[in-house]
Structures are given as C-alpha cells and as structure tokens.
C-alpha cells in the first residue's frame, strides 16, 4: 500500500542523546516535510525539502537537522535530545510545495526525552 | 503575525449536523485545506477551498469566504466514528502551511 511509512513508533530517549527518525515515501512525492504536534498546539513545521537534495528551515528548526538524499528517504536527526523535545513527530510528504497538493501523513513518531 | 483561530471543542449528538469555524489572519492567501485526526492517529485530507463558496463531498462540506477570511467545515448526519480532530490550515503568501490548533469533535449517542 502506497503511502509513507515512519520509525520508529514511539521512543523514550536520555536527555543528552542523538536520535534519528526515520521516514520514507513510496509515491513519489517531490516535497517532504516534518512537523511536531503538541496538545493544544497546531502543527509545527521543523524542516521541509521541495525536491532531492534541497532542504529548508521551517517554524521551528533549532536542535534539528534533516537530508534528502533521494526522493523517498526523508531521516530527521536530534543531535542532543532536550526535554522540550518531546512531542509527536510526523512526516508527510505531496506532490508539490505550496499548491492544492495535499499533505499526506505518516503514522507519527511518539517522543519522550527524559 | 499569522494567526488561525478555531474553537478548541465541539459537542454533537449522532445523527445531528455540526457546523465548525475557522477564522485566519495571514500574509495573502492560496487555498484552504480541512483535515480529520482521529486520537493518536496521522491528520488526513478531507478538503480543498480556494475559491468562494461551498464545495461538498457526500456528508461533509467545506464553506469558504476570503472577505471575512472565513471559512467552515459541516458535517451532517454525524457518525459516532466522526469523533476526532479537525485541523483548518492556510496556505499564505509565501505558499506556508499555516495550521489551527484544531476543534476536538466529541459525538454523543
């Protein structure tokens, strides 16, 4: 089933430690973003990529790198997780950057930085 | 600055209709999108607005008015498996996602 597939599920991580999430899209999308999802918040963009090899700042990007090194591959690192980083983390991807193309989700990540 | 201002929680009866605002303040406007979240579960598309006017899609509609930079999901005969989130996000100048916090749909029997 076409679609994008996110790891791991949930996570609970040393404050201190490096974390890599791990997302990949099977359709062929030229954008992939993530966001973190916070209660009572609404979706905040990290990091985004409009195509392979090209990567952007979004809302809130301090303490996270990402690469796109392909089309489907589209990893989110934390270098040295922080408790505030704890969240739930979704990668999405669509077919274009800022069109009518709609976002399509992942399952999300759920992390706890203790 | 941006700002999307949805209300935080809804309650509907099954089988009733239920009419949720979004309201936005942004740099320009592209197009509007409605997403359904259901509890610890991925946001997905429900519908598209760019232009005025009321687009539907079997039991759920989408209203939007750029003047009043408004818009509306409704949701009729409601299901009890149409308890979740809805997420309105705008699409501004620069072509950013801007999202709501998202209303919190609780249908009662």
């Known amino acids: 089933i076409a679609g994008i597939t996110q790891a791991p599920t949930s996570q609970i991580l040393a404050a201190g430690r490096r974390m890599t999430l791990r997302c990949t899209q099977d359709m062929r999308h030229n954008a992939m973003y993530w966001y973190r999802q916070d209660l009572g918040l609404g979706l905040r963009l990290i990091h985004y990529s409009n195509t392979a090899g090209t990567t952007g700042k979004g809302e809130v990007p301090d303490g996270y790198s990402v690469s796109r090194a392909n089309t489907d591959d589209f990893p989110l690192t934390l270098a040295s997780a922080v408790p505030s980083q704890t969240s739930v983390y979704f990668c999405?991807?669509?077919?274009?950057?800022?069109?009518?193309?709609?976002?399509?989700f992942g399952n999300g990540t759920r992390l706890t930085v203790t | 600055g941006q700002n999307i201002d949805q209300p935080t929680e809804m309650t509907a009866t099954e089988g009733a209709i239920v009419q949720i605002n979004c309201t936005y303040q942004t740099s320009g406007f592209n197009g509007l999108f409605w997403y359904q979240q259901h509890a610890g579960e991925a946001p997905t598309f429900l519908s598209y607005n760019v232009l005025d006017g009321l687009e539907e899609k079997g039991r759920f509609s989408s209203f939007l008015s750029r003047s009043k930079g408004y818009s509306y999901l409704l949701l009729k005969e409601l299901q009890m498996k149409d308890s979740a989130s809805y997420l309105c996000?705008?699409?501004?100048?620069?072509?950013?996602?801007?999202w709501g916090a998202g209303t919190k749909l609780i249908i009662k029997p």
């Open positions: 999405a991807s669509s077919e274009t950057t800022g069109s009518n193309s709609p976002l399509h």
């Open positions: 996000a705008v699409i501004d100048s620069n072509y950013q996602l801007i």
